[in-house]
């Protein structure tokens, strides 16, 4: 794809090597049919994340986090300050419809064939951040402080305390004692805006590294055809920046028409408070609630880990050569089973949240 060379192992670099680096930067090609709408993914991908660091940063400039204040401090923030609002709205519509991206970009992978041979690290580093996102998902949303939040956080230790051996480790790692208060929040809080962020860059990193080495996949039928080349710079970096300007357009907009969500303040001493679960978690929701009692681990952990796994796996399960969806009739079945019962448990997640009377 590219002809940036990486350094060998301990060579030390020096001004003329980092001016030849930048050189060689300036000269790496990628192939013409990169510029495709189904790649459009990615690109997207690379966008909402520049987004959420940016607007995370400036929300965390007003945030205390602290259960007496962090509610207040997001309240101001979004209904005080100039813009305010769209800062955050844009934070709560990056992350919902990275959600949606990530899983277009890959189903279009799999269809496509494009984790094969030697393509395989950059699929494995793909599907580390199906663990990570939820995770920045998961500690954000105890930040706000509001009761959805922090009841939300309370169902949510209670499964991962269901799974034997290291669930009531990871609670306790987690929340830091047997309520969910100050020590919580300062843990989520530095989860989400120091750790997370961090591997999030490193698998970033990772990811567009093995891209640019393994190269960008060709067409299904024929990869081994000559394909004409364009510059990376400026011709790919033009257009991700033009994405990243319409994605921050679009969402800022839609901040404005609908605002982001904040409930009323946390209350710990209302248990009455139910949260409904966000779409991304219906699914998994109805299967941790079909396995009953010890069986919860079948829902919380066997099954969604054993995916998780099988989707890691796939490169070197499915080793042919063939890419063509037509040829591969197995795999693309396999993904729609998976697909099928994913939409079919949301939708019973729905109606039995959102749909069906209270009782
Ligand atoms: C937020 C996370 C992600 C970002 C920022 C990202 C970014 C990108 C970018 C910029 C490209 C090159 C353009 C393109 O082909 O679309 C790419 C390609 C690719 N990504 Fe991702 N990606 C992410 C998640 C994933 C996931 C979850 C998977 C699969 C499990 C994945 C697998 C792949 C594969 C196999 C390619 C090569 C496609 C080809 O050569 O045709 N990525 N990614």
Redesign the pocket.
């Given at each position: 794809m590219s002809e940036v060379q990486v350094h060998a192992a301990g060579q030390r670099p020096s001004a003329a090597a980092a001016r030849e680096g930048c050189g060689r930067l300036l000269r790496v090609r990628v192939p013409a049919d990169?510029i495709c709408w189904h790649?459009f993914?990615?690109?997207l991908?690379?966008a909402l994340?520049g987004l959420l660091f940016l607007t995370g940063v400036l929300m965390a400039l007003a945030y205390t986090p602290v259960p007496g204040t962090a509610y207040d401090s997001v309240d101001y923030f979004q209904f005080s300050l100039p813009f305010g609002d769209v800062v955050r709205g844009v934070h709560h519509y990056a992350w919902n419809l990275?959600l949606v991206v990530?899983a277009l970009?890959?189903l279009r992978?799999l269809v496509?064939g494009?984790?094969k041979a030697p393509?395989q690290p950059?699929?494995v580093s793909?599907?580390l951040?199906?663990l990570v996102?939820p995770l920045f998902i998961i500690t954000g949303d105890l930040l706000p402080w509001d009761q959805k939040g922090y009841w939300s956080t309370q169902v949510r230790f209670s499964i991962i305390a269901s799974v034997p051996l290291v669930g009531d480790f990871l609670v306790q790692l987690l929340r830091g004692g047997p309520l969910t208060g100050i020590v919580a929040l300062t843990r989520c809080y530095v989860l989400h805006i120091l750790l997370l962020p961090g591997v999030l860059l490193l698998l970033?990193g990772l990811?567009m590294y093995f891209?640019a080495t393994r190269g960008?996949?060709g067409p299904p039928a024929g990869e081994a055809a000559a394909r004409p080349q364009v510059p990376f710079l400026p011709t790919i970096a033009n257009r991700w920046l033009a994405v990243f300007l319409a994605s921050a357009i679009g969402l800022g907009l839609a901040a404005r028409l609908w605002p982001a969500p904040l409930g009323d303040p946390a209350d710990p001493t209302d248990s009455s408070f139910i949260p409904r679960p966000e779409w991304w978690v219906l699914a998994l929701n109805q299967l941790v609630a079909i396995f009953k009692g010890p069986f919860m681990v079948i829902g919380s952990a066997i099954i969604p880990g054993a995916l998780i796994f099988l989707?890691a796996a796939l490169p070197f399960l499915d080793r042919s050569p063939e890419r063509r969806p037509s040829k591969r009739r197995g795999v693309l079945l396999g993904a729609a089973v998976v697909l099928a019962a994913w939409a079919v448990l949301s939708v019973m997640g729905y109606v039995e949240h959102f749909v069906q009377p209270e009782p």
């Open positions: 990169a790649r993914f990615g690109a991908q690379l994340i990275l990530m970009h890959l992978a496509l494009a984790y393509r950059v699929w793909g599907v951040f199906l996102i970033i990811h891209l960008l996949s989707l």
